[in-house]
């Protein structure tokens, strides 16, 4: 088959075989025969393919031999395991046919008996609750704001004010014992009385996994379980618990108040929060490769929204992911993003029976970690 005849996709391969040293290949019933890949040309009228994926440093070792594998409901489509010999022409057969794709990941940890096969679809929103309500990409990309570089600087009397707030703060720090929180109101003197509402709620930090989990059970919050693969080098590093208040009372109706002076006639008003009033609704975990984390969260939903939107720009790589049935829905950003979204990679799925949002995210531009990696880790975590 010359160059004139070839689609542009099967010319990027050939070129990049043939840059590489590996001949050319023709890729038609005959040559797939003698490749003992007959087995992965598509049925008529079915459309999913597999692409498959070595691990580094060569074809892929747990393919040993082609074992087709039926699985429930329409369509009955096949999942194949392809002979380690072939996973080069099964990839040519992918892009040149397109469509739907299910990638199998191999050995790349210690979670190596549980390996998985995933399947790579088409956006579309999925459910956080049995009710309707649904985790979807915001309706609009995200763009550049307004620059702030240029705004006006605070005046002398909101910066003092900014000064006596923190003052505030810092004092119900230390009138308060670990686990207590408080609602405060710090107000202005003068001709001119300004008041501003104030929440001490700081989050329980914990060092140990163990720790963690007897933390959630106590306080209800949402639980994460320990993934059972994560990559070469990365450990724990700190689990967090983010505790919030049930109900905020507006400034004029808060009582039972004890007031502080601040001085410069700023004086503060505050009063200790019931534990009825509190509630555990996020939890999140951290692990560590030097300056490289993964961040790993649970979060109750708030069922007094419509649902949860997800941040993209126009350029965020948005798909879903398939793991046993279970959708998940994939962000990537991409390499010459303007915008900053508080991630570079992200992998987002819903327990909708317990309202729980789980959230797989890596925030560093230069992060190591594969696609491939992201879904394992939260495939790991899936019990």
């Known amino acids: 088959m010359g160059k004139s005849e070839l689609t542009p996709e099967e010319q990027f391969l050939k070129e990049g075989d043939l840059a590489a040293g590996i001949p050319p290949v023709d890729v038609h019933d005959s040559v797939m025969h003698k490749l003992g890949l007959a087995a992965i040309l598509p049925a008529e009228g079915e459309n999913t393919l597999l692409q498959v994926l070595p691990p580094r440093g060569g074809a892929p070792k747990v393919m040993r031999r082609v074992e087709a594998e039926a699985v429930p409901g329409p369509g009955r489509k096949r999942f194949l395991r392809i002979p380690a010999k072939g996973w080069v022409a099964a990839l040519l057969v992918l892009?040149?046919?397109?469509?739907?794709?299910?990638?199998?990941?191999?050995?790349l940890g210690e979670w190596t008996r549980a390996k998985?096969?995933?399947?790579?679809?088409?956006?579309?929103?999925?459910?956080?609750?049995?009710?309707?309500?649904?985790?979807?990409?915001?309706?609009?990309?995200?763009?550049?704001?307004?620059?702030?570089?240029?705004?006006?600087?605070?005046?002398?009397?909101?910066?003092?004010?900014?000064?006596?707030?923190?003052?505030g703060h810092d004092t119900?720090?230390?009138?308060?014992?670990?686990?207590?929180?408080?609602?405060?109101?710090?107000?202005?003197?003068?001709?001119?009385e300004e008041s501003l509402l104030g929440i001490y709620c700081p989050p329980i930090q914990l060092k140990e996994y163990s720790a963690f989990k007897t933390t959630v059970e106590k306080y209800k919050a949402p639980a994460l379980n320990k993934p059972e693969y994560l990559p070469?080098?990365?450990?724990?590093?700190?689990?967090?618990?983010?505790?919030?208040?049930?109900?905020?009372?507006?400034?004029?109706q808060l009582t039972d108040l004890k007031e502080i002076d601040l001085g410069?006639?700023?004086?503060?008003?505050?009063?200790?929060?019931?534990?009825?009033?509190?509630?555990?609704?996020?939890?999140?975990?951290?692990?560590?490769?030097?300056?490289?984390?993964?961040?790993?969260?649970?979060?109750?939903?708030?069922?007094?929204?419509?649902?949860?939107?997800?941040?993209?720009?126009?350029?965020?790589?948005?798909?879903?992911?398939?793991?046993?049935?279970?959708?998940?829905?994939?962000?990537?950003?991409?390499?010459?993003?303007?915008?900053?979204?508080?991630?570079?990679?992200?992998?987002?799925?819903?327990?909708?029976?317990?309202?729980?949002?789980?959230?797989?995210?890596?925030?560093?531009?230069?992060?190591?970690?594969?696609?491939?990696?992201?879904i394992q880790i939260a495939a790991s975590m899936m019990k």
Do not use: C, H
């Open 264 to 374: 410069d006639k700023f004086k503060m008003t505050w009063r200790k929060e019931k534990a009825e009033n509190i509630a555990y609704n996020y939890s999140f975990l951290l692990y560590k490769k030097g300056e490289a984390n993964v961040e790993i969260s649970a979060s109750r939903f708030d069922e007094s929204k419509p649902g949860e939107s997800l941040m993209w720009t126009k350029t965020t790589k948005v798909e879903n992911i398939e793991i046993d049935g279970k959708q998940l829905i994939y962000l990537e950003t991409s390499a010459n993003e303007k915008i900053e979204l508080g991630f570079k990679n992200r992998l987002v799925w819903a327990d909708p029976e317990a309202k729980i949002i789980y959230n797989i995210s890596v925030r560093q531009e230069k992060s190591e970690l594969t696609k491939d990696e992201i």
């Open 116 to 167: 998985f096969q995933y399947k790579v679809l088409p956006y579309k929103p999925i459910p956080v609750t049995n009710s309707g309500a649904m985790i979807v990409k915001s309706k609009y990309p995200v763009t550049p704001g307004k620059d702030l570089s240029r705004e006006t600087k605070p005046s002398k009397e909101d910066e003092l004010f900014q000064l006596k707030f923190k003052k």
């Open 232 to 252: 070469d080098g990365y450990g724990f590093g700190q689990a967090t618990i983010i505790p919030s208040f049930i109900k905020m009372d507006e400034i004029l």
């Open 95 to 107: 892009v040149l046919l397109g469509g739907v794709y299910i990638q199998f990941s191999g050995e």
């Open 172 to 192: 119900i720090e230390k009138l308060l014992l670990p686990g207590e929180y408080a609602t405060f109101v710090v107000k202005s003197g003068g001709a001119k």
